[in-house]
């Protein structure tokens, strides 16, 4: 069972473009996290977003997290090739330590 | 401070074969997480461990798969006999209770090729 759905699973634009990138589920999450995982390497965590309807900037990057905490988005504009990679939302349930990850959505941006 | 650190970076063996997989924390993380990546399947969670002890093994595909933490410093997750369908990346991430965004710390992965 997969609780959490990204979407699109794959995307290629140019540079300059913009995007966003969708991560949704049916189940509460007490935060949700943003990673980026470039090939050969492991994923690193870009944002963590607690509260509901939180939004977040990181530079060219803004995640905001649903008021219901089921949901989150990450948009990014002006796309560089550097972004070129794979994005995965993870949410942490409870008082788990246990989180659950989005299958990733491969970004390729051309120059 | 140096980050996880996974050994070996590429594992070919052939079916039957015991593999051993090694993970190193970074210093002062007191939690643990092993994780398969596939494309089929994404990041899979197998076991993770807090203060050494196992604490949530629901992931372990089956009894071919086992884990320990023997120290705070070291992991092995052992496949034992390996089947081709166990071919993945095999990732190791580290956190410490003391962040409470919980971020985990990835290693760089071991790629298992089962033959």
């Known amino acids: 069972t997969q609780l959490l759905e990204q979407s699109p699973q794959f995307l290629s634009i140019q540079e300059g473009e913009n995007l966003t990138v969708y991560c949704n589920s049916s189940?509460?999450?007490?935060?949700l996290q943003w990673y980026r995982q470039e090939p050969g390497e492991g994923p690193v965590l870009l944002v963590t977003v607690v509260t509901g309807g939180e939004v977040k900037k990181l530079k060219r990057l803004t995640f905001q997290f649903g008021d219901a905490r089921k949901d989150s988005s990450l948009h990014i504009t002006a796309a560089q090739p550097g972004d070129t990679g794979l994005y995965l939302c993870a949410g942490l349930q409870g008082g788990s330590e246990k989180l659950v990850f989005g299958k990733g959505m491969k970004l390729t941006v051309n120059p | 401070d140096a980050g996880v650190i996974q050994s070996p970076r590429h594992e070919v063996t052939e079916m039957g074969q015991e593999v051993t997989l090694r993970c190193k924390p970074i210093s002062g993380h007191n939690s643990l997480f092993w994780y398969r990546q596939t494309m089929m399947r994404g990041l899979e969670l197998l076991i993770y461990?807090?203060?050494?002890?196992?604490?949530?093994d629901s992931g372990m595909p089956e009894d071919r798969f086992s884990a320990k933490m023997p120290n705070a410093s070291f992991s092995t997750l052992k496949i034992q006999p390996s089947e081709p369908r166990d071919s993945a990346v095999y990732f190791c991430?580290?956190?410490?209770?003391?962040?409470?965004?919980?971020?985990?710390?990835f290693g760089p992965g071991t790629r298992l090729t089962v033959l």
């Open positions: 189940s509460v999450f007490s935060s």
């Open positions: 461990f807090n203060n050494n002890v196992p604490i949530d």
């Open positions: 991430a580290s956190s410490s209770l003391k962040t409470g965004a919980r971020e985990q710390f």
